[in-house]
């Protein structure tokens, strides 16, 4: 098969859908892959790492997506890159189509195949491809957010683990998955008084048991989330439903009520936010104000630590492409059905129940589409 990898457009983007590892192990088994120049710059792969893996290199992204049968990206592709996809051809990208109707529709109109790194599942419970980004982003989220708390930066001026004599911040945790948990242990690590809100009985017991009684531990009830983040310095946005849009776990008023110069970090963006007044930003600028509560909703969180982030999720993604290049997509989808599960996309079909529900469009399910290929 025919792989094409273009360079990253997205504001700050840095990291590439394949490293020259990657590119290796795919030539290797009689694949051909298209690199755009430069694509891996910002992580550290030069143009030469990538021909001696066997790749071919192309001067532009349009080549790319011209000739390519598979197109492996990181972000979901920008407006220009949608209208440059095609019917028969298969985009293996994070998409988070619920909250983006204008990437929808351009995308149902391409004809493409997409297929969604955050709704491919494990045997075992989870989303695999979303994991290594979410161990990422929770551990940002607090270092982003401690960042923000400095006066300079329009915090209330509090240094998360305090000082002897002086009590530490207080920072509220709204989801207890991978990105939670692990906002937690860097929370913990630096010496905050930490919360830990999730609606899941049993995932509350496991948090309880691996922080040891350090987190103080809450069922998600709307009683709990208010009283715990009217009384927070940060505030790390977790929640996760898989492919569809976030819930609002704070609305307006309640953040009006919120201290000045409280600090919002909503990890949830990419599916449209956890706040009522969150909007995406940029790394480029990364937060705004509303009654003096500080946002960071940057929805690439991520790519601001795009080496480390690009080889995590290639470790995760590689077994998933060489299926899909080694068998095609309608054989990998048939014997894999956690593959099949981030089939979002097929010949102007939506077959994502979830993202369907959040735009309002009728679904096809993606069995059916593929009995009738």
């Not at 002897?164 to 010496?191: H, S, T």
Request: charged share 15%; glycine share 12%.
């Amino acid at each position: 098969m025919l792989l094409g990898v273009p360079k990253e457009i997205k504001n700050h983007e840095y990291r590439v859908g394949l490293t020259p590892g990657s590119v290796r192990e795919l030539t290797q088994r009689g694949h051909r892959v298209l690199v755009e120049t430069s694509a891996g710059a910002g992580v550290g792969f030069a143009d030469t790492d990538y021909l001696v893996a066997g790749a071919e290199l192309v001067a532009n992204a349009a080549e790319v997506f011209a000739r390519a049968e598979l197109i492996v990206k990181i972000k979901e592709p920008q407006p220009d890159e949608c209208r440059q996809l095609r019917a028969g051809q298969i985009l293996f990208t994070y998409l988070h189509l619920a909250p983006d109707p204008q990437q929808l529709a351009l995308l149902l109109a391409s004809g493409v195949t997409a297929i969604a790194y955050e709704t491919v599942t494990a045997p075992g419970g989870g989303l695999p491809l979303l994991a290594p980004m979410s161990e990422v982003a929770g551990r940002m989220a607090i270092q982003a957010g401690a960042s923000c708390l400095e006066k300079s930066r329009g915090g209330a001026g509090i240094l998360l683990g305090g000082v002897p004599g002086v009590a530490p911040g207080r920072v509220a945790i709204l989801g207890g998955g991978v990105v939670g948990y692990n906002a937690a242990r860097m929370a913990l690590g630096l010496g905050a008084d930490v919360t830990l809100i999730e609606r899941s009985g049993e995932r509350l017991r496991w948090l309880d048991a691996q922080f040891s009684g350090r987190v103080r531990t809450l069922f998600a009830t709307r009683d709990n989330i208010e009283a715990a983040c009217l009384t927070a310095d940060l505030i790390v946005g977790a929640v996760l439903i898989p492919g569809a849009a976030a819930p609002r776990l704070l609305d307006r008023e309640q953040i009006s009520r919120l201290h000045p110069g409280t600090v919002l970090v909503d990890v949830a963006i990419d599916q449209g936010g956890c706040f009522a007044t969150s909007r995406p930003t940029t790394h480029a600028d990364p937060t705004y104000s509303v009654d003096g509560v500080v946002h960071y909703c940057v929805a690439n969180m991520p790519g601001a630590v795009a080496r480390t982030s690009t080889l995590a999720l290639n470790n995760a993604t590689l077994p998933f492409v060489m299926a899909l290049a080694d068998l095609g997509w309608v054989q990998a989808l048939r014997a894999d059905p956690h593959l099949r599960n981030g089939l979002n996309l097929h010949a102007g079909q939506l077959t994502c129940a979830p993202v369907g529900e959040a735009q309002g469009i009728p679904t096809v399910d993606a069995e059916q589409v593929l009995k009738i290929i």
